[in-house]
């Protein structure tokens, strides 16, 4: 048996990726797959992204430009490994408590994750982009996530910040 094409074969693996996270995000709309516990689940996995962005100007700073890298930034190094490895076991715990069925955890960690990551990203990208562009691009994508990562979210009335607005 000959395989058609061999070189497009990647467009097949892209489409049924966005197809598995299009499914995911359906499921845990409808309450099927608990995505996110309540908004707190969400800035934990926020941290998976926001950890190493706080950690690399200490790098900078410690690092002392390209030379050799002294014990100080290796051991900080190892800490932000360890803590976002700590994170990240966390967040699978967390999944895996909250969807008994492994499969429907494991959809769920393909969703939760990059959905989380792209929001942060585009959060924090909203405010230190340079040029005006960007920030409106990052702006855009921010404010589409919202209702994406609402609608995701399986409590709605814990992790809230308190305020005189609050139901």
Known sequence: MQWPQIEHA??????????????????GAKGKVVVYRNYYDVMLVAGLYILPVLMTPS???LGGGKEA?????????????V???LLLLFILARSVRDNLNP???LLALYVKIPTA?????NLLESFTAKSGRSRRKSIFWTLFMVPVIHALVHDKTAGKLPGRFGR
């Not at 990647?10 to 499921?27: C, N």
């Not at 990551?117 to 990203?121: A, E, I, K, M, T």
């Open 10 to 27: 990647w467009i097949y693996i892209v489409i049924a990726l966005v197809l598995l996270y299009a499914l995911g995000v359906w499921l």
């Open 59 to 61: 790098f900078i700073l």
């Open 69 to 81: 890298v002294n014990e100080l930034t290796a051991g900080l190094f190892i800490v932000m490994l």
């Open 83 to 85: 803590l976002e490895g």
């Open 103 to 105: 499969l429907k955890a």
């Open 117 to 121: 990551l792209f929001f942060s990203f």
